[in-house]
């Protein structure tokens, strides 16, 4: 196999890397934020039920926010290592399918105890996600338009605040905290997969 170096490519392919790697990292990691925007709002009592379906008090809503995060941290390190030592793209893609399934058997938990796996085996698929963008976006920029591209990537934060938070508090009203969590991922998941 022929490594060929991103930084001495023509013209048009310079062109191709912030019209094909900047988009598709934007709406991977949109994509995520929403997902933390649903849990947000699902976790609200006046405007969900989710607390009193899974029988949750004010510390076990605490626990299910925070254990997602537990797990987002565990691989953080060993992602970046991964993506650098074996390749970026297909760790990305191995961990973007466990995170679709993770989403959807968050909307799927009965019980707290359900739901919190889920939420904790959710941040490990997301984890590798963050560090293995990173080494991709280092990968495909120099030095020098490297900062400007991470921070069209990082621009999902508000982005999908914005977008996420009407769309999510329409679908709780009407279909409750669960069909939401289940619509929502479920139109995320193939853009994941694109």
């Known amino acids: 196999m022929r490594f060929v170096n991103p930084f001495s490519t023509s013209a048009p392919m310079k062109q191709q890397r912030w019209l094909r790697i900047i988009p598709v990292a934007l709406i991977m990691y949109t994509i995520s934020y929403v997902d933390r925007t649903n849990i947000s709002l699902a976790l609200d009592p006046e405007i ?6 899974l029988f949750m008090d004010d510390r076990l809503k605490g626990e ?20 650098r030592r074996w390749s ?4 990305i893609s191995i ?4 995170w679709g399934v993770c989403a959807v058997g968050c909307g799927l938990a009965h019980t707290f105890r359900q739901f919190e796996v889920m939420r904790f085996l959710l941040g490990v698929a997301e984890s590798g996600v963050f560090p293995a963008t990173l080494v991709l976006l280092a990968n495909w920029f120099p030095r020098s338009e490297r900062a400007r591209a991470n921070a069209y990537w990082i621009l999902c934060q508000p982005l999908a605040l914005v977008a996420a938070s009407p769309f999510t508090s329409q679908l709780l ?9 289940l ?10 997969m694109t």
């Open 64 to 83: 299910a926010a925070g254990i997602f995060f537990f797990g987002y941290m565990l691989l953080q390190i060993p992602g970046g290592y991964w993506a």
């Open 48 to 53: 969900s039920t989710m607390m009193k379906d």
């Open 173 to 181: 009203k009407v279909y409750g905290w669960q069909r939401m969590m």
């Open 95 to 98: 961990f973007l399918i466990s």
């Open 183 to 192: 619509a929502t991922n479920q139109l995320m998941t193939p853009l994941l």
């Open 88 to 91: 970026a793209r297909k760790l």
